[in-house]
Structures are given as structure tokens and as C-alpha cells.
């Protein structure tokens, strides 16, 4: 399995039940500027959000952007509400699963890219 981004601009969405999202915000930030010295073009909920921490581009000075689709979903599965999970990953049916990863408690993550096929020169 291989979730690399290859240091290219990457998007990453979070669905948990809970629905505040701080510790994976924290960790991207944290992780991806100690290991990787680059983070995250997008990191939320879903696309275009707001940010809800004041003074948020504080912290994310080392985003890489990018035009590409590459997109990360952490997914919390939701033993409790399934539909709400299901409603939510409706948000990305425009991107393809390239990679999925099961972790050990009870999270999946999914590596998603533009459907369309490549055009060899």
C-alpha cells in the first residue's frame, strides 16, 4: 500500500462521529511539517469550509498548493448513524478510490483521485 502524496499539493477531508476534527487537524500540522516540511492545501470537514480556529494561517504556512485532485478522506466509521457517513462521502462520488487503508480502530483511509483516464502522449 502506498498513501504518498510524492510531495505533490494534497486535500484532506475527515468524517468522524463526533464531528470536531482538532486532533487530526493537529496532527497533519504537526506531522506533515516535521516529517514531510509541507502541509496540506485543504484540511476540514468538507471542501471550502471555513476555518473555525482563529488565526489558523498562522499555523499552516508550508501548504502546498496545487491544481491536481489528489484527496485524502479519514473516515470515523459511524456505528450509530451510518446514514450520516454514507450522506457525507456522497460529497466526493466526483473522485475515484485509488487506495484504501483499514486501520485498527474503526477508521479508513481512502486515497481519491479525478476519474477521468489519463491521456498517454
Excluded at 5 to 17: I, Q, S, T
Excluded at 22 to 28: R, S
Excluded at 55 to 75: P, V
Aim: charged content about 25%; some cysteine; hydrophobic content about 25%.
Amino acid at each position: 500500500m502506498r498513501l504518498s502524496a510524492d510531495g505533490k499539493g494534497f486535500r484532506v477531508y475527515n468524517y468522524l462521529p463526533s464531528v470536531y476534527d482538532l486532533p487530526q487537524q493537529y496532527t497533519f500540522w504537526w506531522y506533515a511539517t516535521k516529517k514531510y516540511n509541507y502541509q496540506p492545501e485543504e484540511l476540514a470537514y468538507l471542501p471550502g469550509q471555513p476555518e473555525y480556529i482563529k488565526d489558523n494561517h498562522l499555523f499552516w504556512q508550508k501548504r502546498e498548493k496545487s491544481n491536481n485532485s489528489l484527496t485524502y478522506l479519514i473516515i470515523e466509521h459511524d456505528q450509530k448513524t451510518p446514514q450520516r457517513e454514507k450522506d457525507w462521502l456522497n460529497n466526493f462520488n466526483h473522485l475515484c478510490v485509488k487506495e484504501s487503508y483499514n486501520l485498527s480502530y474503526q477508521t479508513t483511509i481512502q486515497k481519491r483521485e479525478s476519474c477521468e483516464k489519463q491521456l498517454k502522449p
